[in-house]
């Protein structure tokens, strides 16, 4: 399998699925609006994940090798897209853009990247046994 199948289609998957699910004028699940900013933390999960996938793709699954460099670029690649998405929906009747998203994107990369950084770090400097 190509290197770009493997790694880099997953990401574009996941992009493509966003991106459906911001041509919805209403969302196919119901959200429990009694949890606070639970739209907030919908996107920082989403946007993690895409995060997650980019550096994987990045580093061609070498996530050992993962560095504050490679969490950075995630982060700005993910708020990049964040920041298109909310722009796309300011054409989806029913749907409106805000910042406050767009900032739950990027916490939610930079969230994601932070664990897997620290503890491949952890893995990293584990002594042998």
């Known amino acids: 399998m190509s290197r770009f199948l493997r790694y880099w289609l997953p990401v574009l998957v996941w992009m493509s699925m966003i991106f459906y699910l911001s ?18 933390l919908a996107h920082a999960a989403v946007f993690g994940i ?22 950075a670029f995630a982060v700005l690649f993910t708020a990049l897209y964040g920041i298109t998405d909310e722009i ?8 409106s853009p805000a910042v406050g998203d767009v900032i739950a994107d990027a916490l939610g990369a930079a969230v994601f990247g932070a664990v897997l950084y620290k503890w491949k770090k952890r893995t990293r400097e584990a002594p042998a046994v």
């Open 88 to 95: 796309h929906q300011m054409f989806v009747p029913g749907r």
């Open 23 to 40: 041509s919805q004028s209403r969302l196919p699940v119901e959200m429990p609006y009694w949890v606070p900013y639970v739209d907030k």
């Open 50 to 71: 895409l995060g997650f996938l980019f550096i994987r793709a990045w580093l061609e699954g070498k996530l050992e090798a993962v560095n504050t460099r490679v969490v």
